[in-house]
């Protein structure tokens, strides 16, 4: 029995983590989860009111090239975006949080950057009720040098290295707790605190007294610049792997690879830090299911929902051997 903060209104299927949709076939299920074949509006409104911990999920750019997973102009993106966000609300519990990947995109024919996931910001939370707990930023070293007029042929930008987290919340009080994701201190941190530190005053004015240097044994507090893999995670911080199991078994059937996967490690600092066992997060764009297989690993329950059959068929890889 789920402790009273962990309850759902999901049905279970035969007893198990499983949770199920009413009124929907389940393209497949795992122990702990469930993925979905079709629109993920129509799948949300099937879930009830207040009964999810976390809805992470990287929705299709707003680039000015169409990708093969489809996505949506700059110039429609937010309006076409919200009522999916109104549903996030609708089904998170109050404590519950909504973390969004979403990158940046370039105007066409001009080396200016687009402003439309800073207005897609300003409508979840201006209209659709949002909190801003924290902006996060993902460190993706194997990004592209593009647009290659502007970065490799005229050299007048850099290439980009970090896409937006946005991380939202239903009320001002989310769960979460960064004790879970500490990580270890760095060797100049080892060193202060061998030497010792004196009482000063900085510049800035922070009073720095001599406990700064009683370091806690769980680790340090990492950063809003998520960069670093956790110590059980098994994907770097690219999104290029071409030797990963999933890859390789998609090669191997003759399936489609998904052209926009984040690491595992992504949506499991949000996991570990927003949600404990046994609670629920959702994938609205799952794409590869990598949310749910991360879930799944770590305990949690999940529900994927994504629109193309080639991208879920090939997401069942991911849950061989485990």
């Known amino acids: 029995m789920l402790a009273p903060q962990q309850q759902t ?12 949709l009413p009124g929907h076939e389940p393209f497949y299920t795992t122990p702990n989860g469930a993925a979905y074949l079709g629109d ?18 990287s929705p299709p750019y707003a680039l000015h090239f169409k990708k093969s997973y489809g996505n949506v102009s700059k110039a429609g993106y937010v309006e076409w975006f919200k009522p999916f966000a109104a549903e996030v609300f609708r089904v998170l519990r109050d404590d ?11 105007n066409e024919g001009v080396p200016t950057r687009s402003l439309y996931q800073y207005k897609l910001l ?25 647009p ?9 930008r850099v290439k980009d290295s970090v896409e937006h987290v946005w991380w939202l919340s239903k009320t001002p009080h989310p769960k979460a707790s960064n004790l879970k994701v500490l990580k270890p201190y760095s060797a100049d941190m080892l060193r202060l605190n061998a030497r010792g ?24 507090i990492p950063g809003n610049v998520i960069e670093e893999q956790l110590p059980d995670d098994m994907l770097k911080f690219g999104n290029n792997s071409a030797n990963d199991s999933y890859t390789l078994r998609c090669k191997e059937a003759g399936i489609p690879i998904h052209p926009a996967r984040f690491p595992s490690a992504l949506p499991a600092f949000f996991l570990k830090m927003l949600t404990q066992e046994s609670d629920v997060c959702v994938d609205i764009f799952a794409g590869s299911n990598t949310t749910g297989a991360t879930a799944e690993k770590l305990g949690r329950r999940w529900i994927a929902m994504e629109l193309l059959p080639e991208y879920l068929e090939a997401s069942k890889f991911r849950f061989e051997n485990r």
């Not at 519950?96 to 370039?106: C, D, H, R, T, Y």
């Not at 290659?148 to 007048?156: C, H, P």
């Open 148 to 156: 290659a007029e502007w970065v490799t042929v005229r050299r007048v």
């Open 40 to 57: 993920s509006l129509e799948l949300l409104r099937a879930m009830p009111a207040g009964s999810v911990n976390l809805v992470l999920t």
């Open 96 to 106: 519950g949080s909504f973390v969004l990947n979403i990158g940046g995109s370039w």
């Open 122 to 146: 300003i409508a979840l939370v201006e209209e659709i009720g949002f909190h801003l707990a924290q902006e996060c930023y993902w460190y993706n070293p194997a990004k592209m040098p593009v």
């Open 197 to 220: 530190l004196k009482e000063t005053t900085r510049p800035s004015g922070h009073i720095i007294n001599a406990s700064w240097d009683k370091m806690k044994a769980e680790g340090s």
């Open 9 to 20: 209104l999901f049905p279970a299927a035969h007893g198990a983590g499983t949770l199920l």
